[in-house]
């Protein structure tokens, strides 16, 4: 059976940084203390996925040489802003500069803050509000949250019949609408109701002053030395100004288009301001960065292909691949979707190409994902030599995305060779190795797992001696399985 292998913990990412809450949160670090055991500097890694944008820049930081394919385009733009290193100044330059645009007799900055005014509970000076809060079922807000710099009053408070009016004048106005719209989906395209089921996440408030704002990009040519700058601001005001920010949740992480019950309408202006430390802290050093053919230089790098892996498997180099590592995509919707809308946004409906596609799919399932893991791990097997290593980390672990991983892996010709869960922290690490004989079979039933192995399951917990979590069971059921080669298990009767 695959083997225990050593836990490399990592250290969590700033769930603060922008559209982290759409990304697999790998800890920084885990995907290197493997790699140092296990490659030579300069070795050529391959990331199938591309689901993480920090994860192929801490490799190539280290050395590595970093081929990512990623046929979405906000984790491929963010991959590379990331590797361009932007100072907090440069950034903040970019900020500047987008503010001293005009809207009139008016400078943007001020023109958008105003949208956020309120007048202070206790010294009823007009202020600028963090953000509001607002109820689904009713379509109401409810409370406002602002600090007085004139008194100092600050908190959550009941909102005005002021506030209630200057939210809903927005609506009055459709043009910034429709021309979200019209960005992604014109109006006789088959997706455009899903776009504007997207669209209906964000308020009017937050689509006219996002409008706004990306209309002031369009004055930048892309050679300009903000344009990658703003569009990075634009993207995590983008992700903070929609409504699936739960009131009282500690970190939502959306994997659907699901308005929570009470959820906050977030300042557009203090977003941008807030993206400028999150995005620049993380920077160290400047990555070698190129685009698929071109591979990175022999002291490590990233070459992006823009695609899907099976587009780019029938043409990975010559030499060999060294090594997979990648991070397991879990199915979110919200992200998908959200992904789509935004690259319409910034760049043009042309720029969403094939990947459009993820707008039709509404839900997922775990039968499905396995199927599409499948289909990416299928198509760089044969391109890898017998023994080659492969790391797969799967944070945000659960049953079904655990199946999916391990019996994909398997029907792709990959044997697993060791296997570390930390259910508690729901991180689990997998390691395989290219397997040139096939599989004996490959047919998987999630719920049926224990119930066909129960003499397993029963080993397992005597040789422990303590209750386990479920999902250790299933961990030591998917390795003996995969083991003696045979992944079917029974069907339940639906009768």
Known sequence: MANPIYFYPGTDLDDRHPLIRFMPPVPQGSALGWAAENLQPGSLVLDPFGASPFLPAELARSGYRVIVASNNPIPRFLLEFNANSPSTASLQSALADLAAHRKGDTRLEPYIRSFYFTDCHQCDREVEAESFIWERETNSML??????????ETGEFPVTDKDISRAASFARNPLHKARALERVAPLNDPDRPHVEEALATYSHRAVFSLFTLINRLESYPTTHAHHQHIIALLLAAFDRGNNLW????????PKQLSIPPRYFEHNIWMA?????GLLSERQINRIPFTKWPELPPPDGGISIYDGRIKDLAENLPDEQINAVITAFPRPNQAYGTLSALWAGWIWGRDSIGPFKSVLRRLRYDWNWHCEALYSALSAISPHLQTGTPILGLIPEIETGLLAAAVVSAFAAGFKLTGIALQSEKHQAQLTWSRNPIRPLTANFDLYELVKSNQHTAAEFLSQRGEPSAFINLQAVILTKMADTGNMTTARSDPN
Do not use: F, H, K, N
């Open 143 to 152: 409370a406002r949250i602002y600090s007085c710099p004139s008194c100092g």
């Open 246 to 253: 739960a009131y009282q949740a500690r970190r939502p992480r």
């Open 272 to 276: 941008l301001e807030d993206a400028v």
